[in-house]
Nanobody, 125 residues
């Protein structure tokens, strides 16, 4: 099983990026999917996830209204559209998949069987 992220980079505050996570070895349609991030010196945290193969969807409070998770089962790929980025969003972003992604108080728990290697998102002027 392999998950490969792409789409990271440097963007100015207020800008947008779309991250992609392409899967091989599993059919994403049967899996929960999630995006997580880890900033320097901080623990990995959940950004957004679809906790079962067909929902529901969760977002951490700080990204609600700005980020959107989506999936294209035909392409075996899922995405994170990020708008109105701020320096606080700077982190390495990881995609993950598992049969279930657990949540706690609306936040996705960074525990999953399959992980990508991460892609760096830097928001700075």
């Amino acid at each position: 099983v392999q998950l490969v992220e792409s789409g990271g980079g440097q963007v100015q505050p207020g800008g947008s990026l779309t991250l992609s996570c392409a899967a091989s070895g599993i059919a994403l349609a049967d899996y929960a999917i999630g995006w997580f991030r880890q900033a320097p010196g901080k623990a990995r945290e959940g950004v957004s996830c679809i906790s079962h193969s067909e929902g529901p969807t969760y977002y951490r409070n700080s990204v609600k209204g700005r980020f959107t998770i989506s999936r294209d089962n035909a392409k075996n790929t899922f995405y994170l559209q990020m708008n109105n980025l701020s320096p606080e969003d700077t982190a390495v972003y990881y995609c993950a998949a598992d049969l279930v992604i657990s949540t706690l108080h609306g936040n996705c728990i960074p525990e999953a069987d399959y992980w990508g290697k991460g892609t760096l998102v830097t928001v700075s002027s």
